[in-house]
């Protein structure tokens, strides 16, 4: 009968229904609340990671076989927060930081950006957040090509212990 009236098998008619009458009433909020697990995770504190991951999972499943639903629902404003974040954090530790701290600070929220995105999110977003954190990204890559120049100030950020090098001299 279903293959014959060309209907969507129960599964798919199930899934549609969902997303149609829970999963669009709710996909806000349930956004809004995996976002303030990221966040805290970031400052350190313990998350259900499962919780998040079954949450992601979701989001993925109703797109219907794209992800369509993941990357408006759930990524883009995922990414957004994650801009927002790292500005501010890159804006906090070049005014407080040394050069090798900030250095350290950035690989650091790199890789552990890497694995919340191994262990939590779609692969399909690693390249999406790594493009987001550039500007991070690319004050360390400013050091790494031209370390020299930190000691005469011309790139990467300054420590709030950095001298001008005229005032250096004894």
């Known amino acids: ?11 798919e008619a199930g899934l549609r229904l969902f ?3 829970v999963f669009a009433n709710v996909k806000g909020s ?6 303030r697990l990221v966040r805290s995770e970031r400052e350190g504190q313990l998350v259900d990671r499962d919780l998040i991951r079954r949450c992601v999972e979701i989001f ?8 369509e639903a993941y990357e408006a629902d ?11 974040h790292y500005a501010q954090r890159a804006a906090s530790w070049i005014a407080s930081e040394s050069t090798p701290s900030y250095l350290v600070r950035v ?27 550039d500007k991070v990204r690319g004050y360390v890559a400013d050091i790494n090509a031209n370390p020299n120049a930190l000691a005469k100030g011309q790139h990467g950020p ?7 090098e005229e005032n250096m001299k004894g």
Do not use: I, W
């Open 19 to 21: 997303k149609t009458l």
């Open 158 to 164: 300054c420590s709030k212990y950095d001298l001008p």
């Open 107 to 133: 690989e650091r929220a790199l890789e552990e950006e890497k694995q919340r995105v191994a262990n939590l999110l779609n692969a399909s977003t690693e390249p999406k957040l790594l493009q987001v954190m």
């Open 30 to 35: 349930v956004a809004e609340c995996l976002l």
């Open 1 to 11: 009968h279903v293959k014959y009236h060309q209907l969507p098998v129960l599964s």
């Open 60 to 67: 993925e499943q109703m797109g219907m076989g794209t992800l």
């Open 74 to 84: 759930f990524e883009a404003p995922f990414l957004d927060a994650s801009k927002e």
